[in-house]
C-alpha cells in the first residue's frame, strides 16, 4: 500500500494542544505512538499491516513533536511530562469514538504509552512498549555504561545549549535515510528537525522525563500501581537495551500483573521502519490472543 493509502488526515484539538493525526481502517482501535526524533509517520508501513489486519489504526505526532503544536513550557517542563502527553491521547481516542483501545508506544511514546495505561486503566485494553523500561528503571541501573551510551539523556536536559548545537546543523546531529524511512516518512522528519520551536519541545520532553515524569512514576510505585491490562514488551536485537539491562522481561514483570511476554525483533533501533513486518506480526498476535 502506499503511503497512509486509506487513512484520514486532520489536525485534533484536544485542549492543551493541537495534535497532526492519521486514522483508518474498521474493527478494534489501535493507537500507534512514536518516539524520538521521529513523527507518526515513521509507523506508516505497520499502520498499513494492521489496518489490513483488521484494526482501526490512530496515528498522532505527540504534542512538540512533527506537526502538533509546541505548547509554552513551564519551569518545571510538565506541559511536556507524559503526562500531559497521556492526558493529549485519551481525549484525542475520545473524540475519535473510541472507549476503549490497544496503545503500542515505541521510545519515548512508550513512556506516554505506559503512563496512559497508569492513568486511564479503563480506557486502555492492551498495551506494547517497545525498546524501553521505566525512566525509573533506567536511572536506578545507571552506571559508567549507560552514561556513556545514553548521554543524550542528560545532555537533552541541560538548558538551551542542546538547541543550539542540534539547530547548527540539524541533519548532521540526526541523520535520517529516506530510503529506509520511505520518502515521504523522512521528509516530515527533516522538516520537524530544522523547525526551531519542534526542536525545542523535543528537548522538553527529556527535561521533564528527568524530573517531572521520574516523580510520577516514584509516585506510582509507592502507591503499587501497575499495568493491569494485557502487556507485551518487544526491543531491538541491535540496539543495547538488553546489553545494559538484561532481559527486559524481568523489569517489566515488577510493573505489570498481566506480563503476556514478548521478545526481541531483528532490527536497529527504529524498529517500525527497519523491520515493519516482523513487528506488525507480533503486535496481531498479541491483538488476536
Not at 500507534?32 to 505497520?46: E, I, K, M, S
Not at 503544536?69 to 500531559?84: M, Q
Not at 519542534?198 to 527535561?207: G, N
Not at 531491538?236 to 546489553?243: A, K, P, T, V, Y
Request: hydrophobic share 40%; aromatic share 8%; net charge negative.
Amino acid at each position: 500500500m502506499g503511503f497512509f493509502e486509506g487513512f484520514t488526515t486532520r489536525t485534533v484539538d484536544v485542549g492543551e494542544a493541537a495534535l497532526h493525526v492519521r486514522y483508518g481502517g474498521a474493527g478494534s482501535p489501535v493507537l500507534l505512538l512514536h518516539g524520538h526524533p521521529r513523527t507518526g509517520a515513521t509507523w506508516h508501513r505497520v499502520a498499513a499491516r494492521l489496518r489490513e489486519g483488521g484494526h482501526t489504526v490512530v496515528v498522532p505526532d505527540l504534542r512538540g513533536y512533527g506537526r502538533s503544536s509546541t505548547p509554552e513550557t513551564t519551569h518545571d517542563h510538565a506541559p511536556y511530562s507524559k503526562r500531559a502527553m497521556a492526558h493529549d491521547m485519551a481525549r484525542l481516542m475520545a473524540q475519535l469514538g473510541h472507549e476503549t483501545f490497544a496503545v503500542a508506544g515505541h521510545d519515548r511514546g512508550s513512556y506516554v504509552a505506559l503512563r496512559l495505561t497508569l492513568d486511564h486503566p479503563a480506557v486502555v485494553d492492551r498495551l506494547t512498549v517497545l525498546d524501553c523500561i521505566p525512566i525509573t528503571e533506567h536511572l536506578a541501573r545507571c552506571d559508567a555504561r549507560f552514561a556513556s551510551a545514553w548521554w543524550h539523556w542528560f545532555f537533552f536536559a541541560q538548558p538551551d545549549k542542546p538547541e543550539r548545537a542540534i539547530l547548527a546543523d540539524p541533519d548532521a546531529w540526526y541523520g535520517g535515510d529516506p530510503a529506509s524511512m520511505g520518502e515521504e516518512a523522512y521528509a516530515e522528519f527533516h522538516r520537524a528537525i530544522h523547525d526551531p520551536a519542534t526542536v525545542r519541545a523535543m528537548l522538553e520532553d527529556y527535561r521533564a522525563g528527568l524530573g517531572i515524569d521520574r516523580a510520577h512514576e516514584e509516585a506510582d510505585r509507592a502507591a503499587g500501581r501497575r499495568v493491569t491490562c494485557p502487556l507485551l514488551v518487544l526491543w531491538s536485537s541491535r540496539d543495547d537495551l538488553e546489553d545494559l539491562h538484561g532481559d527486559p522481561l524481568a523489569v517489566w514483570r515488577e510493573w505489570s500483573t498481566d506480563l503476556r511476554g514478548g521478545g526481541r525483533i531483528d532490527s536497529g533501533h527504529h524498529m517500525a521502519e527497519e523491520a515493519p513486518d516482523e513487528l506488525a506480526d507480533a503486535i496481531l498476535a498479541f491483538l488476536r490472543a
